[in-house]
């Protein structure tokens, strides 16, 4: 499921740099962003489903997405012939060592962002309604709502990490996107 939403970013962020002509800097928190409120519209009808169920539903989905999003056909308009790497002020990320160094910033902006999670009370209460939903409406904590916003949070961070991927290969391609990357991924 989570390659799926990397592709939803990928395509949102390439197409507004390439595209509409928005920075690389004002892209990718753009799509971070939409890809987090698309979590958010994917998990509505998820949250019912449990267990095998739900990673069938989610893999299905992920290959629908990979299938259905790479077809020029449908949507030609979205998805950007080339994207241009990024620069910032005097620094130009065209070249594939400043673009690992960028990569590498990224990845530790996600990593102190998630760490700040984990500690925060919202990662608490995620960890605790891992353990027992029952546990957590005790304590008065709208179960659903913390089910979402966690897809929201994931979404966002899946967006992220494919708006950053998308610049780093310089354009989309379907086969990046594969469904069995996520079962890799968790594997």
Known sequence: RQFAFVAVGAVVAGSLTANVGLTFWLAVPLATVFTGAFAVVVGLPALRIRGLFLAVT???FAVAVRSMLFERRYFDW???DAIERPTLFFFDFGDEKSMYFLC???LVAAIVVVLNVRKSRF???LIALRESEQNVAAFGIDAVRMRLAAF???GA???F???IFAHQQRGLNAESFAATA???IFV
């Open 104 to 106: 590498v910033a990224a």
């Open 58 to 60: 989610t893999f299905a």
């Open 157 to 159: 961070l899946a967006g």
């Open 78 to 80: 979205l998805l950007p």
């Open 152 to 154: 929201a949070f994931s």
């Open 123 to 125: 990662g608490r209460v």
């Open 182 to 184: 996520s079962i890799d």
């Open 161 to 163: 990490a494919g708006a």
